[in-house]
Nanobody, 121 residues
Framework: QVQLVESGGGLVQAGGSLRLSCVASGSIFKIYAFSRYAMGWYRQAPGKQRELVATITSGGSPNYVDSVKGRFAISRDNGKNTVYLQMNNLKPEDTAVYYC??????????WGQGTQVTVSS
């Protein structure tokens, strides 16, 4: 069984910051180490489709959607089976449920349950 548990969401004023965490656990990570998974953060606003926010490869290379470049930073700590999303200069349009995802070619993909981020203007 695989669990991805997000935390760190909340209510913040525009211009503020939040740091999301996603901790991965489960027997699959003993077979195929967390460090070998590509990790990603996605978000879904009410009435909209889920969209990619940022990804980080197993080698630590980040990639971002244009709307968050320069404001968000994704990182990972393989020793803690954790991926982070530092979000600075938050805007009301960043309001959404944020999900983390683990991807591997061999063992498929896994999603967390999401954490709500609300940015007030």
């Amino acid at each position: 069984q695989v669990q991805l548990v997000e935390s760190g969401g909340g209510l913040v004023q525009a211009g503020g910051s939040l740091r999301l965490s996603c901790v991965a656990s489960g027997s699959i990570f003993k077979i195929y180490a967390f460090s070998r998974y590509a990790m990603g953060w996605y978000r879904q606003a009410p009435g909209k489709q889920r969209e990619l926010v940022a990804t980080i490869t197993s080698g630590g290379s980040p990639n971002y959607v244009d709307s968050v470049k320069g404001r968000f930073a994704i990182s990972r700590d393989n020793g803690k089976n954790t991926v982070y999303l530092q979000m600075n200069n938050l805007k009301p349009e960043d309001t959404a449920v944020y999900y983390c995802k683990a991807d591997s070619l061999l063992y498929g993909s896994y999603w967390g349950q999401g954490t709500q981020v609300t940015v007030s203007s």
